[in-house]
């Protein structure tokens, strides 16, 4: 059973930065994908950003620019690191894994004031 713990949320003023973290139950060296989604108040859920084994990132065009995916697999861990924070990525992050089937942490708050 994969288990994904996200942790670094919290509440930060708008420019302002947080890191999140996503520390995995399974070596993620044999993970092609892993990745950060988001879900708003009263939105669907959204891609925020990919990276692949091979270290190939995709980024929604909101993030752009602003937030860096990486993962480190010695420490089974995807990072999250967001700056020039906006009011609009207030939202609950989830961490995703694609091994076989898709797999879900169970998110962590970011709040942004402005």
Same mark, same amino acid.
């Given at each position: 059973?994969? *288990?994904?713990?996200?942790? !670094? ?25 892993? +990745? ?7 939105? *669907?859920?959204?891609? !925020?950003?990919?990276?692949? /084994?091979?270290?190939?990132? #995709? ?8 937030? @860096?995916? /990486?993962?480190? #697999?010695? =420490? #089974? @861990?995807?990072?999250?690191?967001? #700056?020039?924070? =906006? ?17 879900? +942490? *169970? +998110? @962590? ?6």
């Amino acid at each position: 059973q994969v *288990q994904l713990v996200e942790s !670094g949320g919290g509440l930060v003023q708008a420019g302002g930065s947080l890191r999140l973290s996503c520390a995995a139950s399974i070596m993620i060296f044999q993970v092609n994908t892993m +990745g950060w989604y988001r879900q708003g108040p009263g939105k *669907q859920r959204e891609l !925020g950003a990919t990276i692949t /084994s091979g270290g190939s990132t #995709n980024y929604a065009d909101s993030v752009k620019g602003r937030f @860096t995916i /990486s993962r480190d #697999n010695a =420490k #089974n @861990t995807v990072y999250l690191q967001m #700056n020039s924070l =906006k009011p609009e990525d207030t939202a609950v992050y989830y961490c995703y894994c694609d091994l076989a089937r898709g797999y879900w +942490g *169970q +998110g @962590t708050q970011v709040t942004v004031s402005s």
